[in-house]
Nanobody, 115 residues
Framework: QVQLVESGGGLVQPGGSLRLSCAAS????????MGWYRQAPGKQRELVAD???????NYADSVKGRFTISRDNGKNTVYLQMNSLKPEDTAVYYC?????????WGQGTQVTVSS
């Protein structure tokens, strides 16, 4: 059994910053990719950024230059530093962790960008 605990969401003004964290625990022997997805009301869930086990990163065009994904393999934790936030970044953000057997989703954390 694997559990993912997300934290760091909230309300922020346009231009502000937030840092999301997602910690995995349980029966973990290896983690492949870790990533962040988001889902805005009425829209499909979309990839925001992901990072491979060796640190190769991939970003959605809409967040390039503003968001940074990183991971701490010793803590089984993935982070998403979000800067220069825009109202269109408002969504529920979900972390995803790929293990050798299957992928797991976090419970989601709300990010609201509004003045």
């Amino acid at each position: 059994q694997v559990q993912l605990v997300e934290s760091g969401g909230g309300l922020v003004q346009p231009g502000g910053s937030l840092r999301l964290s997602c910690a995995a625990s349980g029966s973990i022997f290896a983690i492949y990719a870790m990533g962040w997805y988001r889902q805005a009301p009425g829209k499909q869930r979309e990839l925001v950024a992901d990072i491979s086990s060796i640190g190769i990163t991939n970003y959605a065009d809409s967040v390039k230059g503003r968001f940074t994904i990183s991971r701490d393999n010793g803590k089984n934790t993935v982070y998403l530093q979000m800067n220069s936030l825009k109202p269109e970044d408002t969504a529920v953000y979900y972390c995803n962790v790929a293990l050798p057997t299957k992928g797991y989703w976090g419970q989601g954390t709300q990010v609201t960008v509004s003045s």
